[in-house]
């Protein structure tokens, strides 16, 4: 079975401190690994995916997540947080022997304080 | 269109009421899923089709829950004699590809259905 898991479903930093979002993922296979974001009253956006090719992967807004096999993790990093990061972050997986469909998990909230 | 389009933003159902959800997705995608994001929740599968076709409604949470798309582009989820506990955002995604599982998707900005 696929599912991630999402540790602290709040989380707090200051502006200018480093971002730490966790996720950890349970596959039978090797997964697709991916992180969304989602302001208010909006849809959700990608911020980056694992695809099996390099293992630190770089996407927007300054965000990079690092695939770690032996953890079984996809932890979410951003060196210097910024007001507009404060938003709702899911952390996804796909299979391929599965179906199309993500498996989401049950997001973290991102508070930035000035 | 640019993007994934949903209307309405809004439903206020009342309780046993039926309502109809519509996806506008990219124009050319192939790909078309619906989500289920209940209120402090990550979104849960409900269905998924391939142009026309309807080839994983696994999702559904029960038979008052049909999802059409008849011409491969336009969807509409139909939820039949609503319940409070459909309370909850709709999100329809689109992707230009099938069977890629390393793409991501579009998202709409979703329907938010209250039952009341």
């Known amino acids: 079975a696929q599912s991630v898991t999402q540790l602290g479903s709040h989380v707090s930093v200051s502006e200018g401190a480093l971002v730490l979002l966790r996720c950890n993922y349970s596959?039978?296979?090797?997964?697709?690994l991916f992180w969304y974001v989602q302001y208010p009253n909006q849809g959700l956006q990608l911020l980056l995916k694992?695809?099996?090719?390099?293992?630190l992967v770089k996407g927007i807004n300054g965000f990079e997540a690092e695939f770690k096999k032996s953890e079984t993790s996809f932890h979410l990093t951003k060196p210097s947080a910024h007001m507009s990061d404060a938003a709702e972050y899911f952390c996804?997986?796909?299979?391929?022997?599965?179906?199309?469909?993500?498996?989401f998990g049950t997001g973290t909230s991102l508070t930035v304080i000035p | 269109g640019a993007g994934v389009s949903q209307s309405p933003r809004y439903k206020v159902a009342k309780r046993g009421q039926d309502v109809a959800l519509r996806c506008d997705p990219i124009?050319?995608?192939?790909?078309l899923f619906w989500y289920q994001q209940a209120l402090g929740q990550g979104p849960e599968f409900l269905t998924y089709f391939q142009n026309e076709a309807q080839l994983d409604k696994s999702g559904l949470p029960s038979d008052r829950f049909f999802a059409e798309r008849p011409e491969g582009s336009v969807s509409t989820l139909k939820i039949q004699r609503t319940q409070q506990e459909d309370s909850a955002v709709y999100l329809c995604a689109s992707s230009p590809s099938v069977g890629q599982p390393s793409w991501g998707y579009t998202f709409g900005s979703g329907t938010r259905l209250t039952v009341v």
């Open positions: 694992y695809t099996s090719a390099a293992t």
């Open positions: 996804a997986v796909r299979v391929s022997n599965t179906g199309n469909q993500f498996y």
């Open positions: 124009s050319g995608h192939v790909s």
């Open positions: 596959s039978s296979v090797p997964p697709y």
